[in-house]
């Protein structure tokens, strides 16, 4: 069965350092990978995908995330991180056909002044 | 506007009480599906359905029911069966099953009395 790992439960960045949560999947072929984030008590929005083509990922807020196949790895990353990024941020997978997200169990961003 | 609405936000549940959970969307979205999350697991799914009067177990479908009769709804019981039922509960939907991006709504918190 497919997994997702997020080995890092929560991080601490100061504003304006840079950012990368890591992201690794288990699983046989290339997958669909996405990265979502969640402020508290609300719904998951979508920050970005990757379902084929170029390995390097924009996606929204000034984030971007790199798919490598030989590290099983799909890390999230931005330059320069602000308050409002404070959240929660998942990984998920889906293998093709199988029709199902498989979430990590995320990582908690705190931002200090 | 488009988009999934949940309600209610809080739900309360007296022991022996089958409580639904409402989950609509004005998408035009084929596929919903609904997701439990506990602190620390991510989110783990609970049923999903492709097309209406059509709906498959998820991973966690033990203590839960779900219907299908538009295409617009997907509402989610939770019935006495299911012990431990104090979580958030996210509806998602997307325009086909499997490899299309999840839309997620707001989401529903439930505790018990």
């Known amino acids: 069965a497919q997994s997702v790992t997020q080995p890092d439960i929560h991080i601490t960045v100061s504003e304006g350092a840079s950012l990368e949560l890591r992201c690794n999947y288990s699983?046989?072929?290339?997958?669909?990978l996405f990265w979502y984030v969640q402020s508290p008590g609300q719904g998951l929005q979508l920050l970005l995908k990757y379902f084929s083509g170029d390995t390097l990922v924009q996606g929204i807020k000034g984030f971007e995330a790199e798919f490598k196949r030989s590290q099983s790895s799909f890390n999230l990353r931005k330059p320069s991180v602000h308050w409002s990024d404070a959240a929660e941020y998942f990984c998920a997978v889906e293998d093709f056909g199988n029709e199902k997200l498989t979430f990590g169990t995320g990582t908690r961003l705190t931002i200090i002044p | 506007d488009g988009g999934i609405t949940q309600s209610p936000k809080y739900l309360f549940r007296k022991e022996g009480q089958n409580v639904t959970l409402s989950c609509e969307q004005n998408l035009n979205h084929d596929a919903m599906y609904w997701y439990r999350q506990d602190p620390g697991q991510g989110l783990r799914l609970i049923y999903y359905?492709?097309?209406?009067?059509?709906?498959q177990k998820g991973d966690i479908a033990e203590g839960y029911s779900v219907s299908r009769e538009k295409k617009e709804s997907f509402p989610l019981t939770v019935t006495s069966a299911q012990k431990n039922p104090t979580a958030f509960y996210l509806c998602?939907?997307?325009?086909?099953?499997?490899?299309?991006?999840?839309?997620f709504g707001p989401g529903t918190r439930l505790l018990v009395l």
């Open positions: 699983y046989g072929a290339t997958p669909y």
């Open positions: 359905s492709q097309i209406v009067n059509d709906f």
């Open positions: 998602a939907s997307s325009i086909l099953a499997g490899t299309e991006t999840q839309y």
